[in-house]
């Protein structure tokens, strides 16, 4: 197995616009999440840009990036077009998809993204998830839950639904985080395929690849990392620069 990290941003946010760039404790929010995939050491890592701001800002750091069409509807589209970019000939043949919007997520959460496909050759992509941080997750339509049947171990299961819905019963409820792991076929599967019916209907993307029959497996991470989306997810972002520096 030979992965790739590929970590896909563009400027126009409509919450936040100008979002990669954006100043957390001295440092641009994409140049963070750069350094934390560095961390992991899974394999090479690039940002797949939207815009020139992007590309400069990260070379400035030293890091890679590439620019991409910034017409492309989707991140998916634009690690796609960052992969023909960087690996024309396919030596690599799993690509992590890494938001570009968590600053401070844990290495260890990209490692165990990669780890599921290796240990489970029926997995065609690998995601994340991580308990509910509180039992309001269970009914916040903003809190995607994923529905999986569990390994004996623990550490990971694989995935029945995702949904915003809510949740009932005493079962742990897992909060789906947005960290993918494909194996280069099921990617290029995936996004050559329309959005599907379960898609549209809970505008979830990853119900396209399961509505195309790909198998989905989760590594369980201990918490969720932050992630930024507004104003005041970005005001906490800061705080907790301040605090960890």
């Known amino acids: 197995m030979n992965p790739i990290v590929l970590i896909p941003a563009r400027m126009a946010a ?14 641009p ?4 999440v750069l350094n934390q995939a560095l961390k992991a050491g899974v394999g090479p890592v690039a940002v797949a840009a939207g815009d020139p701001e992007i590309v400069e800002a990260v070379q400035a750091a030293g890091g890679l990036a590439v620019l991409t069409d910034p017409r492309l509807p989707s991140g998916s589209d634009r690690i796609l077009a960052a992969l023909a970019q960087l690996d024309p000939g396919s030596k690599h043949d799993v690509v992590i998809n890494l938001q570009g919007d968590m600053p ?12 599921v496909l290796k240990e489970f050759g029926d997995a065609d992509i690998a ?25 004996a171990d623990g550490r990971s299961g694989r995935a029945l639904y ?3 819905s809510t949740l009932y019963g005493d079962a742990p409820v897992w909060r789906h985080i947005g960290i993918y792991g494909y194996r280069r076929a099921a990617l290029e599967a995936f996004n050559a395929a329309a959005p599907s019916p379960l898609e549209t209907r809970e ?3 990853q119900l396209r690849a399961m509505e195309l029959g790909l198998t989905i497996r ?28």
């Not at 409509?14 to 440092?27: F, Y």
């Not at 997520?105 to 990669?114: E, F, G, I, R």
Request: net charge negative.
């Open 29 to 32: 929010m994409i140049v963070r």
């Open 203 to 205: 505008k979830l993307e």
């Open 162 to 164: 995702f949904t915003r």
């Open 218 to 245: 989760a590594a369980v991470a201990a918490t969720a990392p932050i992630s930024v989306d507004n104003p005041s997810d970005l005001e906490a972002a800061r705080q907790a620069a301040g605090k960890a520096e």
């Open 104 to 115: 401070f997520v844990d290495p260890a959460v990209l490692s165990d993204c990669a780890r």
């Open 14 to 27: 409509t919450r936040l616009p100008n979002k990669p760039l954006a100043d957390i404790g001295g440092v």
């Open 127 to 151: 995601t994340v998830v991580a308990p509910e941080a509180s039992p309001a997750d269970r009914s916040n339509p903003d809190v995607v839950k994923a529905v999986l049947t569990m390994e």
